[in-house]
């Protein structure tokens, strides 16, 4: 089984059987741009419009679905937990984003973000 790093149990490096150079070449400034280029659009959020209090009503169930699973998956991750109080809170749910953070301090009471 191979090693981190491509070395064997051997500690020698694996034999590279291909030493010809690939047709197109990229430099690492390339590469940076590219990884700098895919990291600034994934983090673009899409805005939603809402028409009515019923499509309200369907995006604040979904979204909560959403927070509700991304907890279920990871109960110890605390950003999760400070991020769902924080929507509600932006919703004007005062008492939602209560339940949250009091749901958050059964999971770990000696969280300090919780409490700030």
Do not use: C
């Not at 694996?14 to 940076?32: F, G, R």
């Not at 805005?47 to 209090?53: A, N, S, T, Y």
């Not at 929507?87 to 004007?92: I, L, N, R, Y």
């Amino acid at each position: 089984m191979a090693e981190p790093g491509g070395y064997n149990q051997g500690g020698r490096a694996p034999k590279i059987k291909n030493k010809n150079a690939a047709a197109v070449q990229i430099t690492a400034e390339q590469l940076i741009r590219e990884a700098y280029e895919r990291q600034g659009s994934a983090q673009t959020a899409v805005r939603q419009k809402v028409l009515d209090g019923e499509e309200l009503g369907d995006y604040q169930m979904r979204r909560r679905r959403e927070f509700e699973e991304g907890v279920r998956r990871n109960r110890s991750n605390m950003g999760e937990w400070l991020r769902y109080a924080a929507w509600e809170e932006a919703q004007g749910a005062v008492s939602r984003a209560r339940s949250v953070f009091e749901r958050a301090l059964d999971v770990d009471a000696r969280s300090q973000a919780v409490y700030v």
